[in-house]
Structure formats: C-alpha cells, structure tokens
C-alpha cells in the first residue's frame, strides 16, 4: 500500500489512466483473467503509451497550473480519467472492425486477436441474425439473435438467449415464428454447432 503523498501522485498518474483504458477496452472486448502482476505491469504500459499519445494534450495544460488553476485541474482530471475511457472505447471499436481486417490483409500480416474464443469474436460484433441450432441429441432450435437476445463471454461458461423461436422442420427449414414467444436459454455444453443466416427485418424467414 502507499505509505506516502509521492506514492500516491505516482500510481495516479502512471497506473491508473492504463488501469482505465484496459477496463474499458475489456468492457467491450472479452480477455482473459490475469494475475496482479501482469495488470500493474500492462497498466503502467498503457499509461506510457497514453502520454505519449497526447503528450501534446500534456504539454499545453501544464502552461494553466499557474494561469487558471481551477481549469487546469478540470483538464487533468480529463485527461487522467476521461480520457483512458474513451481511448479505451475507440480501441475496442477499432480491433473489432472490419476495416481494420481489411487493413491486416491489405498489408499482408497477422496481428492475434486478444479475444479468446470464436464465440466472443462473432456475438461482439452484435449483428442481428437468424440462428439455427443444432443440439448435441440431433434437435434444432430455430431463432432470431437480435437486440434482445444475450450470450454470456469468456471467461464465463457460454450460454446463448434467443429472443425469438421460431418453428423448423425436418429439413432445417424455417417456417414461421412461434405463437407468443418469448425465446429460449440454451447452455453452450447442449449445443453441436450453430448455423447463422443473414436478418431482414421484414423477411420471415432464413435468408430471405
């Protein structure tokens, strides 16, 4: 714990705005669980690599510590704290973009992704989809993934809410929605695979 004032002023400003953004990229980006270490370590990373990003941003607030002293507090708490959250944001927004595939082919590299799983990969993208789901006794489900719907991210089992049912028949076809449905929960370890098609507001069914 820090014992003093100067410990104090140093973890504000070299581990916490890292701590932020991590946050909030992960609130947006699925990742594994790490050891303390490893988060004091990354946090102090990204702090650096925040600063010297808007070192610009830095350097003309330092000027108003003398001048205004009320607005230069107001603009260090920004950039301590508002700042991480939103660089946090973008920076999910840009790994899960599909300009910045696009961007990974065009150069011709492979950058890994942080999310684990294809499952967290697909559902991130929050895309609504018709969903064909086949369980491990043979049995399919047929649904919509849209607004409404849910699934549960790494590193927590996964599960997936359908917000709507809807009827399937032997072949795997769609037919029409179900009578007063309100969805299913279906757990991962119950599922085979599971089949998306693409969602048209005013098409009943799958595809169409």
Known sequence: MPTNLNSIIIIILFIIPGFICERA????????????????????????????????????????????????????????????????????????????????KWLGITIISPIPKAWDSYFSKGIPCWVLITLNDGTKIGGLWGPDSFVSSFPSPEDIYLETLVEVDENGNFVEVKEDTKGALIERDKIKFIEFFKYHPKGGEKGE
Request: charged share 15%; hydrophobic share 50%; net charge positive.
């Open 25 to 104: 990229f992960s609130s947006l980006v699925s990742r594994e669980r790490r050891g303390t270490t490893y988060i004091i370590l990354e946090s102090i990373s990204l702090s650096c690599l925040y600063y010297g990003l808007f070192s610009w941003a830095v350097i003309l607030t330092l000027p108003l510590y003398d001048l205004h002293k009320a607005r230069f507090v107001f603009i260090l708490f920004g950039l301590l704290f508002v700042g991480p959250i939103i660089t946090g944001i973008v920076w999910a927004k840009i790994i899960l973009s599909d300009k910045f595939r696009q961007l990974q």
